[in-house]
């Protein structure tokens, strides 16, 4: 935003800033908080600590000191943000994805080579995980947990822990477990998804589907096309007890095959033309293949006579295609209409306009410093830029541009 547009809207921010930051005690956090709010939101190349204390006229030490050294709790302020983002946004779902941050050298908390999305390769990065709250005209980050690589655990990365001040209860976490802790955390203050989605680093993870149902929670995930499942007609066989030892359990006799073989055998003539959203210039339609079908593999959580529940299995079929090109599962009722489990398969998409967002325009993968907490702090605080301009965005009375 030019300092005119952010100047036009500054009693909206105050009030915005006195609320998310109601939880900081001392005063001058409080005031530190918003200035740092300011900087992430005013036009400028860079939205690391130096160049934003610049345009805001301030010694950068200000900035970092709150950042880095201060003590200010930040859950307090990220379960502010998160209750008044789901306010806001009034979500049909909740995304779980990660995204990564290039960097140089092998100072930065987290930074190892590993593969990312965003670069589209390996490379030397780091890697922030995120739960997001998404509709389908709004969405925004409720959550963030950085990634530590296992080179980041062990004697020989004492000295680096110690220099980026790394809590000893932080260590290698998999990515599907830090999003459990989030989900976690935010069920701790209340707050739930209607359905959780997640691309395929993630729905192809047993233990991570496990996590959702054991939590009781609802999902759509993407999956790969060679996962294992029976047919809805497959039913458990008893094997007859031969007097000792302990009662056998259920088991299927009928070999699990691949969720692509299920599609193929069942043609793409079983399947329809689903339109999941109408676009401003064209509808977003293609052909899907629905079936139901009971996951094989690892972690299956049976019935007590063996049974396997019944999943959804939806194909995406393009014309001119031989097979489906994407595949997802979900826990989500038999009575669901095909048109809501689209529409909830595709809503991941969203969370790109999210980083782009959140990297372009608010500085998500500037931050320069090298403290663990540090890092949580600016994209809690690139999360809060954000979560205001959405609902700049969502008043007619008052636009904001970035």
Known sequence: ?????????????????????????????????????????????????????????????????????????LADVRARLAWRAVQVVRPQVWVVDDTGFPKDGKASPGVARQYSGTLGKVGNCQIGVSVHAASDTASCPLSWRLFLPQSWDGPEAAER???????????HRPKWRLALDMLDELAG???????????????????????????????????????????EEAVPHQPAYAGFGPRPLPRYRTRPVSLREHVLAAGRHKGRAVTWRKGSKAAMSSH??????????????????????????????????????????????????ARDLVRLAKSRRRIEHDYRELKTALGLDHFEGRSFIGWHRHVTLVTAAHLFLTEQRSSPKAPARV
């Open 189 to 231: 203050v209340g707050l739930r998804p209607a359905a959780l989605v997640a691309d395929t680093g993630y729905g192809a993870n047993a233990d991570f589907r496990r996590g959702l149902e054991d939590r009781g929670l609802a999902y759509v995930l993407q999956v790969k096309g060679e996962m294992t499942a029976h047919g």
């Open 288 to 337: 899907f293949v629905l079936l139901r079908v009971r996951l094989a593999g690892r972690r299956p959580k049976p019935a007590e006579d063996g049974t396997i529940p019944l999943t959804w299995l939806i194909a995406q079929w393009p014309e001119g295609e031989a097979e489906p090109v994407k595949y997802w599962i979900s826990n989500l009722p038999a009575s669901i209409p």
């Open 1 to 73: 935003m030019r300092a005119g547009e952010l100047a036009a809207v500054r009693v909206r921010l105050e009030e915005f800033a006195s609320e998310v930051f109601a939880p900081l005690v001392r005063p001058d956090w409080r005031e530190k908080g918003q200035l740092y709010l300011r900087g992430l939101l005013l036009e400028g190349r860079r939205k690391s600590m130096q160049p934003m204390a610049e345009r805001l006229g301030v010694d950068h030490q200000r900035l970092q000191q709150f950042m880095t050294s201060s003590t200010w709790p």
């Open 161 to 171: 822990r110690a220099a980026c001040r790394i809590p000893s209860t932080e260590h």
